[in-house]
């Protein structure tokens, strides 16, 4: 069972509301990852960290921001939301050691009105 | 854009039936992974496989790998109502630094 998590689990917000999808990890792992994905389609990859301190933009162009101040923490921000946000946002991460899989947490619904 | 293109897009079969998907990529990888989703939740991993590897099984299934059609399909053998799910494939490119990569799925439902 992967010890990854992520709060909340669902979120219903207004247009313009900043919000913090929370991401956290107990495995030690360097690397994380934000996915988006819609219902019933791809994931994508809109941001990624190689330890702390380290973050970088993925091929989805994203409005969000995130930060990795601690290894098991990254949490990705809102600044102010849009209904074109609401989507489902993925967390994961993966360890150093070559060859090894990703772990996902359950997922944040999001929901912007 | 994407590197992984599963096909097919959704595939329906009864319980005890064998299912197969396949997955296409385009550059050279270090290793291609399988995923399965329950609708709403997180992606749950499967199995991996490297790139000198041609073929893998861990119970029920099986995957193969042929790097010089840059392809792999899944096989889930005797399904089960339970394996309904969306199922993605993931590259892990050679490049040092990149993340995998997911294509856009299977969703298989498996009916009893």
Known sequence: EADIYQTPRYLVIGTGKKITLECSQTMGHDKMYWYQQDPGMELHLIHYSYGVNSTEKGDLSSESTVSRIRTEHFPLTLESARPSHTSQYLCASVGTVKNTEAFFGQGTRLTVV | ?112
């Open chain 2, 1 to 112: 854009s994407q590197q992984g293109e599963e096909d097919p897009q959704a595939l329906s079969i009864q319980e005890g039936e064998n299912a197969t998907m396949n997955c296409s990529y385009k550059t050279s990888i270090n290793n291609l992974q399988w995923y399965r989703q329950n609708s709403g939740r997180g992606l749950v991993h499967l199995i991996l496989i490297r790139s000198n590897e041609r073929e893998k099984h861990s119970g029920r299934l099986r995957v193969t790998l042929d790097t010089s059609k840059k392809s792999s399909s899944l096989l889930i053998t005797a399904s089960r109502a339970a394996d309904t799910a969306s199922y993605f494939c993931a590259t892990k490119p050679n490049q040092a630094g990149t993340a995998l990569i997911f294509g856009k799925g299977t969703t298989l439902s498996v009916s009893s």
